[in-house]
């Protein structure tokens, strides 16, 4: 393919399999879940974010170009901040806040569900162990997230009282930050993907990220709509994790 006929079909994937698609994302935009629900979707995806500069970190060791470590080390500050109480991470913990969770429960990841860590490691090991063309593909589901981002928080300041402007602090600077990042992700991809297996590769590496926030979404629906809370998680507003001794 051509460079545009490659971003073409990148952007064609983003359409079909980026989670926007998802019920749990549908039901917690239109005002569909209830608190005990939206919390457990906040404990869960602090784990992701938490973990992003960790991914970026690992993908930054392997560029050579300095230009290009200078490029991506943008994204570490974003979600690190450049001093303590600084960054997305941060802001997120400020939604949790204020959603009513001790900070300690949060950032130590043990009530988060086991699909929610496994998906997520996955998506660290693939940036730390493929090739730096498939890690550098994998984060070009920052070319859908702007459009999500929007309709989610005016969805939430709709919909739910208990969420305000305030604790959805994280939100607001992703929506330059995303395509930003996004357009020079793009730019190295269309440069560096030129052979067939290569376009296969960025390809399927875009389709895996699509799949790790699909599975993210999977799990907190399985478990909090559902209703099986696996042993260890965050059971509810009791405040306690499922099979865990008051």
């Not at 917690?28 to 992701?48: I, K, M, P, S, T």
């Not at 970190?57 to 290009?68: F, K, T, V």
């Not at 070319?143 to 959805?168: A, C, N, Q, W």
Request: proline share 4%.
């Amino acid at each position: 393919m051509t460079a545009d006929g490659l971003e073409a079909r990148l952007r064609e994937i983003g359409e079909q399999r980026y989670h926007h698609r998802h019920p749990f994302q549908l039901m917690l935009q239109n005002g569909e879940l209830d608190r005990r629900q939206v919390r457990a979707w906040a404990l869960n995806r602090y784990y992701y974010q938490a973990m992003i500069p960790i991914k970026d970190a690992s993908l930054m060791a392997r560029l050579e170009d300095p230009e290009w470590r200078r490029e991506w080390r943008t994204r570490l500050v974003d979600h690190d901040g450049e001093a303590p109480g600084e960054g997305g991470i941060e802001r997120w913990l400020k939604l949790t806040d204020g959603l009513g969770f001790e900070r300690e429960l949060v950032q130590s990841t043990r009530a988060i569900l086991p699909g929610t860590r496994f998906a997520v490691e996955a998506y660290v090991h693939f940036v730390r162990d493929r090739s730096l063309l498939e890690a550098i593909a994998s984060s070009l589901t920052e070319l859908f997230s702007p459009k999500v981002i929007g309709t989610r928080v005016s969805g939430m300041l709709e919909h739910y009282d208990f969420i305000s402007e305030e604790t959805l602090a994280y939100f607001r600077p992703r929506l330059t930050q995303a395509p930003r990042d996004a357009e020079r992700a793009l730019s190295y991809v269309r440069e560096h993907a030129r052979r067939a297996d290569q376009q296969q590769a960025v390809m399927a590496a875009l389709e895996f990220k699509c799949d790790v926030l699909w599975t993210m979404l999977d799990a907190l629906h399985h478990a909090y709509i559902d209703g099986h809370v696996p042993p260890g998680a965050w059971d509810g507003e009791s405040g306690l994790v499922a099979g865990a001794t008051p």
